[in-house]
């Protein structure tokens, strides 16, 4: 059964503070890693796929790696704009559906 | 353009009543996926369609959940005879093509059970 854990559960940062979010998955033949960011009371919006170990995604403080094994979001000089949810899925090869992990809520304090 | 949209945004409904959830997808998207997210809790898969059709239905709870897509466009979650655990946010997404596509999601549906 494909799993999806995230960690931490929390985290808090101060403006400025660089961090790194982890994803851990188990996946029977990974078709695609997904991360999305989710706002209090909004669906989630898409951010970054990544589909072989190796490959990584920029955008803006964010930069998204993946291994056989996990996935980080690299969060660079966060600004308190970037608090919010952020969600991790993988896709297999075998169904059409996406398994999620439980998310990670990042603070960013002033 | 315009994204995924849902209706309604809120509902509340009592015990044993039914209830259906409307979602409309991108324009031109032809897969389309529903997902339901408890306080504090991932999204649950619940059924995808290709065009009009549910090849996979395995993450519905349960046979008071069911769901359609009519001329390959809008869809419609029903839940018949509510319970209370059935309160949670149920989210749409659609995507332009099943095959290493990105789902791109709605402001989902805060469905309340009382």
């Known amino acids: 059964e494909d799993q999806v854990t995230q960690s931490p559960e929390a985290l808090r940062l101060q403006e400025g503070e660089s961090s790194s979010l982890n994803c851990s998955y188990t996946?029977?033949?990974?078709?695609?890693l997904f991360w999305y960011r989710q706002d209090p009371g909004k669906g989630p919006e898409f951010l970054f796929t990544?589909?072989?170990a190796g490959e990584e995604k920029e955008k803006e403080r964010l930069k998204a790696t993946l291994t056989k094994k996990e996935s980080f979001l690299h969060i660079t000089a966060p600004k308190p704009e970037d608090s919010a949810t952020y969600l991790c899925?993988?896709?297999?090869?075998?169904?059409?559906?996406?398994?999620f992990g439980p998310g990670t809520r990042l603070s960013v304090l002033p | 353009g315009a994204g995924v949209s849902q209706s309604p945004s809120n509902k509340v409904t009592e015990k044993g009543k039914d209830v259906e959830l409307r979602c409309d997808p991108i324009?031109?998207?032809?897969?389309l996926y529903w997902y339901r997210q408890s306080l504090g809790q991932g999204l649950e898969f619940l059924i995808y369609?290709?065009?009009?059709?549910?090849?996979?239905k395995s993450g519905l709870p349960s046979d008071r959940f069911s769901a359609e897509r009519t001329g390959g466009s809008v869809s419609t979650l029903t839940i018949q005879r509510t319970q209370q655990e059935d309160s949670a946010v149920y989210l749409c997404?659609?995507?332009?093509?099943?095959?290493?596509?990105?789902?791109?999601f709605g402001p989902g549906t805060r469905l309340l059970v009382l």
């Open positions: 997404a659609s995507s332009l093509q099943l095959e290493r596509k990105t789902q791109y």
């Open positions: 996946v029977s033949g990974l078709r695609g």
């Open positions: 990544l589909y072989s």
């Open positions: 899925a993988v896709r297999n090869n075998y169904g059409q559906n996406f398994v």
């Open positions: 324009s031109g998207h032809t897969a």
């Open positions: 369609f290709q065009g009009n059709s549910a090849p996979d």
